[in-house]
């Protein structure tokens, strides 16, 4: 009890004796975190893009030391000067953690002669003992400087500006964030640095999570660039919105208004209130279902696939594993999954297939088949029944991916699955049925495919996955409701019912624009390919732009051939079609004045 009240009394005197300068002082801590992470950023893009002498790196160590002192110091201040200083903690986990970190880093190394690291580095396989420091360092800041763009993140809140237009400018920031990364000369294999047009393309197709190339991702880039593409497909599967609000969540601010408006567009959630509940639930099933095919793709490579180590082995499976989820379609493979070896590995492709399918399934949709809570109540009440959007998500995918398959196989079967038994062409035609679904991958040399095969694969590629995730295309839902709408028409029925229940005009006229918007896209892309790139043939060029407009990734091989103006094309198409077309011209619209009257109804003859 008095050790209590000597700590009160002792909390109250510091508490008067820094108030009067308490402003002053966080007005400086925060012009010192501002220059501290402004350093850290330079140093680490540095070290990390640029080779650097064994001297450079002892000097850039030093230099990140520095940097590690004043944030702890920072964190003293703003902890002495928080007057409420257990609720500070509790509200700063993450800071404590790496305080922490800091501390046994700093004991480590000056009473220990760095034995602490030193044991990982041994363990671990790293090169060095400065290799390990740096991979150690390079870790700890980005955590650091990632929790501090989150909590910069509420800032969306306060902008005026439409949510849609928030949403383009995070892949935009995200697109030139990637293409100055892989402009550093330790991205690529080769001397010197990338080329900008190859630099932003490759950025926009991992980003838009579309998988088109113009170099080879496996040969062309170092370790460190098919990391940075990793992250960047990741980052643009979910978008940074989703990334920034869910660890927002656990932030003492939380998650404003404006994220919760995009999010609710993003994730396609009923309410603001939903699509805050949905988020956390959308990251621990994407991150779980990572897991689980990183772990079926480690035991599934064939055995004539070689790896250097094991290393090497985790590595691809997870760039597989996360590519797959997010419907990147990026593989290590200068063949893609055709390369020899992969092209047999059968068990491998149907894991990549089920995991691209979930990806493409929708976030909403995932929720309400393999949330806890729902199988829960599935499990007491097993005749409630799937939400609308979930059956028409589930059961569209299922009838385009059965009608794919088999009529692959048919068209497929004496030409490029003209070597392959019966069971091994319904898993290949099974493959690219699946893949055609905006994922990208390629089990078979798509330079080969029949004209009619073209066809078929551009029509399930401008369909696309399912709304609310991570996939493009118009959507299955959009596709759902024109066929619906159009038998409906042709019944002479005066409104549309699906499942018992009525489809509001909106929805219908929602739909048409998606559609509208993007057959015109295509058809202006297809026609200023033509002009810029006419030594390529029809069929190819649609294939091409057709891919790249549902972010898919497959290709007939013209990518890295055309030509500067065609490749912007191939840009802007990937780009508007992760965001969708709806969402740019929403971005790109002006609200106008409603108004309270209508006029005469009026006749026209259509058809």
């Not at 593989?331 to 691209?356: C, Q, R």
């Not at 979930?358 to 393999?370: C, E, I, N, T, V």
């Not at 290949?428 to 055609?436: D, I, N």
């Not at 057709?546 to 094309?569: D, E, H, M, P, Q």
């Amino acid at each position: 009890m008095k050790f209590s009240k000597l700590k009160n009394a002792f909390a109250e005197w510091l508490n008067n004796a820094i108030y009067s300068s308490r402003t002053s002082v966080l007005n400086t801590v925060s012009s010192l975190k501002a220059f501290m992470w402004l350093a850290a950023t330079v140093l680490l893009l540095y070290v990390f893009g640029f080779d650097v002498d064994e001297k450079g790196l002892k000097q850039i160590f030093l230099a990140l030391d520095v940097v590690l002192l004043i944030y702890f110091l920072t964190f003293l201040t703003r902890f002495l000067y928080s007057f409420r200083r257990y609720e500070f903690l509790k509200n700063h986990i993450l800071e404590v953690i790496l305080v922490i970190i800091i501390i046994i880093n700093s004991v480590s190394n000056h009473f220990f002669d760095n034995q602490i690291l030193g044991f990982f580095s041994e363990n671990l396989d790293f090169k060095s003992y400065e290799d390990a420091y740096l991979t150690f360092i390079t870790f700890f800041f980005l955590i650091i400087i990632i929790y501090e763009i989150i909590q910069a993140s509420t800032i969306l809140s306060r902008l005026k500006t439409k949510p849609a237009r928030t949403f383009i400018y995070s892949f935009i920031l995200l697109i030139l964030l990637g293409t100055g990364l892989l402009m550093l000369p330790t991205m690529t294999v080769d001397e010197g640095t990338m080329s900008f047009m190859d630099a932003l393309f490759t950025s926009v197709s991992a980003s838009c999570v579309t998988g088109l190339i113009v170099v080879d991702t496996a040969t062309y880039f170092t370790l460190k660039g098919q990391f940075v593409i990793l992250i960047l497909f990741q980052l643009g599967g979910l978008g940074i919105i989703s990334f920034a609000s869910f660890f927002g969540t656990f932030l003492k601010t939380g998650v404003g208004i404006k994220q919760q408006l995009m999010l609710q567009d993003f994730l396609i959630s009923d309410s603001l209130f939903s699509a805050k509940g949905l988020l956390r639930k959308v990251i621990i099933i994407t991150f779980l279902v990572e897991f689980v095919s990183f772990v079926l793709i480690f035991f599934t490579w064939g055995p004539d696939v070689q790896f250097s180590s094991v290393g090497q082995k985790l590595f691809f499976s997870v760039f597989h594993a996360v590519s797959a989820f997010c419907n990147a379609g990026f593989s290590l493979f200068t063949n893609g999954l055709f390369e020899n070896g992969v092209a047999s590995s059968y068990l491998l492709h149907i894991v990549i297939a089920l995991t691209l399918i979930l990806g493409g399934l929708g976030f909403s949709a995932m929720q309400d088949l393999f949330s806890i809570s729902s199988l829960r109540e599935r499990l007491k009440s097993p005749w409630k029944d799937w939400k609308l959007s979930t059956k028409i998500a589930v059961y569209t995918s299922l009838v385009l991916l059965a009608s794919g398959m088999l009529v692959f196989y048919l068209l497929e079967k004496d030409n490029t699955l003209a070597k392959q038994n019966l069971v091994e062409s319904m898993i290949t035609s099974f493959f690219q049925s699946a893949t055609a679904r905006t994922a990208g991958f390629n089990t078979i040399d798509f330079s080969a495919i029949r004209i009619p095969t073209i066809i078929l694969i551009s029509f399930l590629m401008f369909i696309g996955a399912s709304s609310g995730s991570v996939g493009g295309g118009i959507k299955t839902s959009t596709f759902y409701l024109l066929i619906t709408s159009v038998l409906a028409t042709l019944r002479g029925k005066a409104k549309i019912e699906i499942d018992r229940k009525f489809i509001p005009k909106e929805l219908l006229f929602k739909a048409l624009s998606i559609f509208f918007f993007a057959a015109s896209i295509n058809l202006i892309a297809i026609f200023t390919l033509t002009i810029t790139d006419s030594d390529i043939s029809l069929p190819q060029l649609i294939f091409e732009q057709v891919s790249a407009f549902g972010t898919v990734g497959l290709s007939t091989g013209i990518t890295s051939n055309l030509s500067t103006a065609g490749r912007i094309v191939i840009i802007l198409s990937m780009f508007i079609g992760r965001v969708g077309t709806l969402t740019f011209a929403l971005a790109l619209s002006s609200r106008k004045a409603t108004k309270g009257y209508k006029y005469p109804k009026a006749h026209l003859m259509v058809g």
